[in-house]
C-alpha cells in the first residue's frame, strides 16, 4: 500500500533548534521537509508557497507571536495541522492552541523521544484520516486518543536551558558516529562538568543520547555518549 508524504514546515527563529527538528523530519520516511521560516512573515510567505500538511510552531518570533499563525486565513482554508514547540508556558496560549485545534503543545527545552513520539502519532493520525472515508465511533475514538495520548510529566528537564541544550545536541549532530566522554563535551562546550553531566543526561533520558561504557585496566570505567540511532 502507498503511502503519502507529509510537508512539514518548521517555524523556529533559533537555526540550531531548528536544525535539530529538520534532521528529525528527514529520518522519517513518512515526513518530508518543506521549508524552515525563522519569522512570523517568512512563515506566511512558505505557508502559501509550499502548503504544509503539519507546521511545528514556536510562539516567540522576531517579528510577532506563533499562535496568530493559526489566524491566517490560509490556515482556516487549508489542511494543516499545529504542533506547537515553544517556552510559551502561559495558560493563555496553551488554551488558544487547543481551542484552535493545535494536534499538541511541547514544552521547551524539548524531549527528543517525545517530539519523536508526537511526529509519529500525526503520522498515524493523518493515514487514519486518509484511509477512513466513513468513521463509526471506535474510529472517532481512536482518532481523539492520538490526539490527546497521556504522557509521563518529564521532570528532567528541569534547569536545562534550551541554548545549551542545543549547543550540546549540535555537538553529537554534527558528528553522530563518534562517542563524546564528558571532558570532551568540557572541551568543545565550555561548560562546567557539572552541568555537562546534567545536560548529557537529560539527552540520555530524552532519547537523544545513548550510553557505552569503556572498561580500562585500572579505575571506574568511563561513561561514553553517543548519538541515538534514530
Given at each position: ?193 557539572t552541568t555537562t553531566r546534567r545536560y548529557l543526561e537529560h539527552c540520555v533520558e530524552a532519547g537523544f543520547l545513548t550510553v557505552e561504557m569503556q572498561y580500562g585496566k585500572?579505575?571506574?570505567?568511563r561513561r561514553l555518549y553517543r548519538r541515538a540511532a534514530a
Open positions: 500500500m502507498q503511502h503519502n508524504v507529509i510537508d512539514v514546515l518548521i517555524v523556529e527563529d533559533e537555526n540550531v533548534l531548528a536544525l535539530l527538528h529538520a534532521e528529525l523530519i528527514s529520518k522519517h520516511p513518512r515526513l518530508r521537509l518543506a521549508g524552515i521560516a525563522s519569522s512570523l512573515a517568512e512563515a506566511q510567505t512558505l505557508l502559501n508557497q509550499t502548503q504544509p500538511q503539519l507546521i511545528l510552531l514556536d510562539n516567540y518570533l522576531p517579528d510577532g507571536k506563533g499562535i496568530t499563525l493559526i489566524n491566517d486565513p490560509f490556515m482556516a482554508q487549508a489542511n494543516c495541522s499545529v504542533i506547537f514547540i515553544t517556552a510559551a508556558s502561559d495558560m493563555d496560549t496553551c488554551s488558544q492552541a487547543i481551542r484552535n485545534g493545535a494536534f499538541d503543545y511541547i514544552l521547551k527545552p524539548v524531549s527528543w523521544k517525545r517530539l519523536s513520539q508526537s511526529l509519529e502519532r500525526f503520522v498515524q493520525f493523518a493515514e487514519q484520516q486518509r484511509v477512513w472515508k466513513i468513521v463509526d465511533q471506535q474510529n472517532v475514538d481512536s482518532l481523539y486518543q492520538l490526539q490527546a495520548k497521556n504522557y509521563r510529566l518529564d521532570n528532567g528537564s528541569k534547569g536545562i536551558e534550551e541554548n545549551t541544550l542545543a549547543r550540546v545536541q549540535k555537538l553529537f549532530a554534527d558528528d553522530d558516529a563518534r562517542c563524546f566522554s564528558v571532558d570532551e563535551v568540557v572541551s568543545k562546550t565550555g561548560l562546567s562538568k585500572i579505575g571506574h570505567p
